[in-house]
């Protein structure tokens, strides 16, 4: 169930982004209709488990010595809020269905909203806090897709960045919170940080702890000073809008403060931290929707407001302003998200936002006028809905005291004050857009209904906020109460849902900010009605302004400060740099450990093994001598390097190691050999007298090419002529074909036993052939190179000065009989390369090696008969080979969760094949068949960016040539 929950929303987001043309607008809201509508029916499926007091539970192993399982769980409050995200999220894709242009990429736009919804659900429902962190960050990429989803609009990009950016640093932050709590409690499971409490509180990293994991709550919720990346986030679609404020985004900082509330709350630094942001942010925010012109700028302070008394009520440590707190979580997502559509849907019929420009629209949309007032007295606590049930615990609980705190005592003051605001603010919503006199020169001058069904969520929700606001106990009281035991366990007070409470002062609070609200409107209405965005005062305090200076100050000044007095856009000084580090860091462990050197013994060396290593240091010595004279002499005497370590590997017993890198020399010197024929040519003309600053800059870099060579080999011989202890590798020897059924201690290590580090290493290798395209797909080579080669330049005029022959045969000629070798090579070497991958998990081979003898096979068929007649003949897709090796690799990983083993655990046996015998067949196979399809695809698509630089050079040649011939007509 909750795996299922957690998947759909993904699969229904990938469906949406790779099957559907983006022309298509039907058939993807009805996959992300049907996707959330199915999350709804889970959720709804779950709640007689969870209304019995239980939880639900799944677990996947991922690394459980360490604590890190792919653990979910469900409870009342998380049950709640997939109700909210799923049912919510339903609605706002029937609304978008209507709301978005023919001329937008709808596949991509619900592909984003899905994924969003995946990972919301993800955060509510983890039972691992690393888990959890993971989500949180997902929700702040998709939430940066979403906001840019028109990303043409300057003020669409400028949003997301900020959003991305203040939210993925405060992800940062909660990542290393719940690591400071992981090792407070000594484990990352939920339940068991949840039943910590006094253990949390009491320990010395508590206020840390505290401090990160707040900074992770606040910046996601836009609490004060962390605003105001909020309202600049109204670029997005509107229907992105309503979810983002209602049910996901902003209240997933507020979900967590919930969440951990047992754990973390009831100490001063809980109350005044919180308490401070909260008080602030409820004032501001509603201070500044006030004045605020665009619809959704209104709605967007109106949310801060509204979260910022969510915080204030949970930082006042007492469970009945929790259970407020849950409370007005429900209700806030049911009004916002419909004053957002309804706000939408007056966008979309007027052409503007702005309220300067609206007004008289209740006889234009009289439907959309009624549920907008009704919504909007919702937000301003009017009795009978649902808003005015949750503020009046508010303000009870304001009343009370929690600390002896100058913010416990301004409480009541503040939040009358922001009750008021609240009101005004909602009135100036009704009055403003819907009564008054005609609208005139609107971008759209006749406004009309919307059609039935985009209409049709925001009547859904506002039946809601009235049948909670005049029957809560009966509606939502059953649902409010597993959410709030849930969170709250046996510290659950009494409360009531009761309309009536009597004559009281909460009651008489609601009368004051009713009154003084309606009062506060009509005064400024003329002011409102002209003025400037934004609030008097605190107007040109802009907070995008701010970020943006913080921004350039941190990434551009002092960046390029940085640069200037630390960095150099030279190359030999970065390669001393990096070869320093290097240095210090091999010395100075052993320094620092008091290791003494032993002395140094030359008995028991063979001869022509030393002969072998002597050979290998002049022709190293030599690579880098001619590196600059001759190249392709240096890469020859390069490659002479790789075969003496080749060889090394053979005599010290390494088959395995010497097999891998004589292919990885074979393809990557064809592969530089192919790149060097772009390189500029060398320039005969420098100067080449020897200053006597260059002379000491060379000695430096001899000196420190010695010492750091000298070290090496220190450190080579350390480590070799040490005691050594009861390492790992006894435990590889002892445990791989018992364990991972092979003979091959080196392929088992792996493709099972560091199986996680290999795919990681494949992941890595993919990207590196990705960027190694995307640079040589845009690489021009200088004006010197791209002229034909000397030697070829003599051959052509050679076949032109005769009539029988034309240009090129002579350089076929030389390659005919190598060309057809190379062809016929072709079947050989695919048989080669798939005996290597069989017999890979008991002799020396492997997919890896497979992978690279496969790719000399491609290799020689480019060499043979070039790029054009290779291509032509053989239909080879890199990137599919790449993509299915990396998900060949991931699935066998997650095949063992549904085994009930931990990720990528490998099962081997023998199996009976005719005319073959015996033959292994671990899982692991399958993993390594991915480590084999990821190395050919790589390596190909790296040949394939290099070829056609040659095929792109001969039409820019041809283009010359008719140039030419036009100009010479």
Not at 126 to 135: A, P, Q, R, T
Not at 343 to 354: F, N, S, Y
Not at 601 to 628: E, N, Q, R
Request: charged residues 15%.
């Amino acid at each position: 169930m909750l795996a299922l929950l957690l998947v759909l929303p993904f699969v229904g987001s990938l469906l949406s982004a790779a099957l559907l043309k983006s022309s298509s607008r039907s058939l993807p809201s009805l996959i992300s209709g049907v996707v959330a509508l199915g999350c709804f029916g889970a959720s709804a499926a779950a709640y007689p488990t969870i209304a019995r007091g239980e939880i639900l539970r799944a677990k996947l192993q991922w690394l459980p010595q360490f604590g890190l399982d792919f653990a979910l769980r469900m409870d009342g409050f998380a049950w709640l809020f997939c109700v909210l995200i799923s049912g919510i999220g339903f609605l706002v894709v029937v609304y978008a269905r209507y709301y978005m242009s023919e001329d937008d990429p709808v596949p991509r736009f619900f592909s984003f909203l899905l994924a969003f919804m995946g990972a919301m659900l993800g955060i509510v429902i983890s039972g691992n806090v690393i888990l959890l962190s993971v989500f949180w960050e997902l929700t702040s990429i998709f939430s940066f897709l979403l906001i840019s989803y028109w990303h043409n609009s300057a003020a669409a990009r400028d949003g997301a960045r900020m959003a991305l950016t203040i939210t993925g640093i405060g992800g940062f932050c909660l990542l290393i919170g719940v690591l400071l709590l992981g090792n407070i409690v000594g484990s990352y499971d939920l339940d068991k940080i949840l039943a910590s409490g006094d253990i949390i509180r009491n320990h010395p990293l508590y206020l840390m702890a505290l401090i990160f994991f707040l900074l992770g709550a606040l910046t996601k919720s836009a609490q004060f000073p962390f605003h105001f990346w909020l309202p600049n986030a109204m670029a997005a679609p509107t229907p992105v809008s309503a979810f983002l404020h209602s049910a996901t985004m902003v209240k997933a900082g507020v979900f967590l403060l919930a969440r951990f509330w047992p754990a973390l709350a009831g100490t001063y630094e809980w109350f005044f931290i919180l308490g401070a942001a909260g008080i602030i942010t409820l004032l501001l925010g509603a201070y500044f929707a006030m004045f605020q012109q665009d619809l959704k700028g209104l709605l967007a302070y109106s949310t801060i407001s509204h979260l910022g008394l969510i915080t204030t009520l949970l930082s006042l440590g007492s469970p009945l302003a929790t259970v407020a707190a849950i409370f007005h979580m429900v209700n806030h997502a049911t009004f916002k998200a419909s004053l957002f559509m309804a706000a939408g849907i007056i966008d979309h019929e007027t052409g503007t936002r702005d309220m300067r420009r609206l007004s008289g629209l209740y006889t234009f949309l009289p439907i959309t006028g009624t549920l907008a007032m009704v919504a909007s007295a919702a937000m301003a606590g009017v009795p009978l809905l649902n808003g005015f049930l949750s503020k009046e615990m508010f303000f009870a609980e304001a009343v009370e005291t929690h600390a002896d705190s100058i913010l416990d005592r301004i409480l009541p003051y503040v939040a009358t004050l922001a009750g008021a605001f609240s009101v005004a603010y909602s009135l100036r919503f009704i009055h403003t857009v819907f009564f008054g006199s005609p609208p005139a020169d609107l971008p759209r001058p006749a406004p009309h209904e919307p059609p039935r069904w985009m209409r049709f969520p925001i009547e859904i929700l506002v039946v809601i906020c009235l049948i909670v606001g005049i029957v809560p106990s009966f509606s939502i009281g059953p649902f409010l109460h597993v959410a709030v035991t849930s969170v709250l366990g046996a510290d659950t007070p009494e409360y009531s849902l009761s309309i009536w409470h009597g004559f009281n002062l909460p009651l008489v609070m609601s009368m004051v900010a009713l009154v003084a609200g309606a009062a506060i409107y009509f005064i400024l209405r003329r002011y409102l009605a002209s003025c400037a965005d934004g609030p008097p005062v605190f107007r040109r305090l802009r907070g995008q302004r701010i970020f943006e200076r913080i921004l350039v100050e941190v990434s551009w000044r002092w960046a390029r400060l940085a640069e200037q007095r630390l960095g150099t856009r030279k190359l030999q000084p970065q390669l001393r740099w990096v070869v320093f580090t290097g240095f210090l860091a091999g010395m100075l462990p052993l320094t620092l450990s008091g290791f003494e050197p032993r002395p140094f013994a030359f008995s028991g060396v063979d001869p022509m093994f030393a002969v072998v290593w002597l050979i290998g240091i002049c022709l190293a010595i030599g690579t880098a001598f001619m590196a600059k004279y001759h190249r392709l002499a240096a890469l020859v005497m390069l490659g002479g390097v790789g075969l003496t370590v080749c060889i090394t590997f053979v005599w010290l017993s390494a088959p395995d190691l010497a097999v891998t890198q004589l292919l990885v020399e074979i393809v990557t010197t064809v592969l530089i050999l192919l790149g060097l024929r772009w390189l500029p040519k060398r320039n005969e003309g420098v100067d080449d007298a020897v200053t006597l600053r260059a002379r000491f800059r060379r000695f430096r870099d001899l000196a420190l090419a010695i010492v750091c060579g000298i070290g090496m080999t220190f450190v080579s011989y350390a480590v070799m002529t040490m005691p050594v202890p009861d390492a790992i590798a006894t435990y590889f020897l002892e445990n791989a074909y018992s364990e991972g059924g092979g003979r091959n201690v080196v392929n088992v290590i792996l493709v099972d036993f560091r199986g996680f580090d290999t795919l990681g290493e494949i992941a890595v290798l993919g990207i590196v052939a990705l960027t190694v395209y995307s640079l040589l797909r845009r690489f021009r080579p200088a004006a010197d190179s791209m002229s034909m080669p000397e030697q070829q330049l003599i051959q052509n005029r050679f076949d032109e000065e005769r009539p029988e022959r034309s240009a090129g045969d002579t350089v076929r000629e030389y390659l005919l009989v190598p060309s057809i070798i190379m062809q016929w090579m072709f079947p050989v070497l695919i048989t080669f390369a798939v005996y290597i991958f069989m017999r890979g998990h008991d002799l020396p081979g492997g997919g890896f090696s497979a992978g690279l003898t496969l790719s000399i096979a491609f290799l020689l068929q480019y060499l043979a008969g070039g790029t054009r007649w290779a291509e032509d003949r053989i239909r080879i897709l890199p990137l599919r080979w790449m993509g299915a090796g990396l998900l060949t690799a991931m699935l066998t990983g997650i095949g063992a969760w549904f085994l009930g083993y931990p990720f990528l655990t490998s099962h081997s046996r023998y199996i009976e094949l005719p005319l073959i015998g015996k033959m292994p067949a671990a899982t692991a196979l399958f993993f390594d068949l991915g480590v084999f399809l990821l190395v050919v695809g790589s390596t190909v698509l790296i040949l394939v960016a290099l070829a056609h630089q040659s095929v792109r050079i001969n039409r820019l040649r041809a283009n010359d040539a008719e140039k030419a011939k036009g100009g010479e007509a």
